[in-house]
């Protein structure tokens, strides 16, 4: 399906109104306090929203997605779970994000939606972007090959097809969207695929402020997916508290059965990242994580 011409508006909240998890009403007492939230960020409610243009070799990650069990680790042979109005755990007990979709993973989904936001930083939220899968593939270090090709089409059907709400109980607002808004797309062939994708401008709200991280993506995007969520954890945090081992578990909604396997394979993560040059210090001491960054 060829890509057909787009309102030039789009990008305006009068057309994509910010839901505040009011399953897509408009609430006037929320939107007071979302425009309020904007304003002391210094970005005006009216729009249009754009997120910071950061350097190329940077992505940006919002703090509570990083903190979050939204992109799992589990064995690829493991079906992906299947949830509707699903509480996915957060480290911090005032956030909470609940879940509609099909299983997100930090293997490939991750990566996927970080890579399409770098594209999408360019314009204001709700614009079009362009790209195609040899472009997608290449930015993410993936081989150019059929299967590969087919891995982020899947992904990006995944990021189109669920809901995200976060509510923050200390901020008193909330937003519930879908990762990608829309896409249409170009050809089937495994080479020349285009893809054309929107992201809804309420994301703005999960990046005001201090409220996001950035990573440094070459050395991000090759960590295993159990470091890569580690690293989110500790990069979230500018002075991070220690980790428990089964919080991180938690944070993974990973399925590994057993302590000794858990400690085995988070102390091997810590070795991947200090390796990859991403901290000075990572260790294990007693049932926690620290971090020296």
Same mark, same amino acid.
């Given at each position: ?16 109104p910010?839901?505040?998890? #009011? ?55 493991? &079906? ?36 399409i936001?770098d594209?999408?930083?360019? &314009? ?5 972007? $362009? ?30 097809a669920? $809901?995200v709400?976060?509510?923050?109980e ?7 969207i ?5 896409y ?8 020349? #695929? ?14 005001a ?37 089964? #919080? ?25 990242i ?5 901290? &000075? ?13």
């Amino acid at each position: 399906m060829a890509p057909g011409p787009v309102d030039s508006t789009a990008a305006s909240p009068a057309n994509f109104p910010l839901s505040l998890g #009011t399953g897509g009403k408009e609430d006037p007492v929320h939107r007071a306090s979302v425009n309020a939230f904007l304003r002391a960020k210094n970005i005006d409610p009216k729009g249009p929203f754009q997120l910071e243009i950061w350097p190329s070799d940077i992505r940006e990650l919002p703090n509570d997605y990083a903190r979050s069990a939204l992109f799992t680790v589990r064995n690829k042979t493991e &079906k992906r779970q299947s949830m509707e109005r699903h509480q996915i755990f957060h480290v911090h007990k005032e956030v909470k994000i609940t879940y509609t979709g099909v299983e997100l993973r930090a293997d490939d989904d991750e990566l996927v939606w970080q890579q399409i936001l770098d594209y999408a930083k360019h &314009k204001p939220l709700g614009e079009p972007i $362009e790209f195609n899968l040899h472009e997608l593939c290449n930015d993410l270090g993936w081989s150019i090959n059929g299967r590969n090709y087919e891995k982020a089409r899947r992904s990006i059907s995944r990021l189109k097809a669920n $809901e995200v709400r976060v509510e923050n109980e200390r901020h008193s607002r909330g937003v519930a969207i879908s990762m990608i808004h829309d896409y249409e797309f170009e050809g089937e062939g495994e080479k020349g #695929t285009k893809y054309r994708v929107r992201i809804h401008p309420n994301l703005i709200l999960l990046f005001a402020g201090s409220t996001s991280t950035r990573l440094t993506w070459k050395p991000y995007r090759t960590l295993t997916p159990i470091a890569r969520r580690l690293y989110d954890y500790f990069a979230s945090h500018k002075s991070p508290f220690p980790l428990k081992l089964s #919080t991180f578990h938690s944070m993974c909604n990973s399925s590994c059965g057993t302590e000794r396997k858990w400690r085995s394979m988070v102390k091997a993560a810590c070795g991947e990242i200090v390796a990859a040059a991403m901290v &000075k210090a990572m260790w294990i001491e007693d049932d926690f994580v620290r971090c020296d960054r």
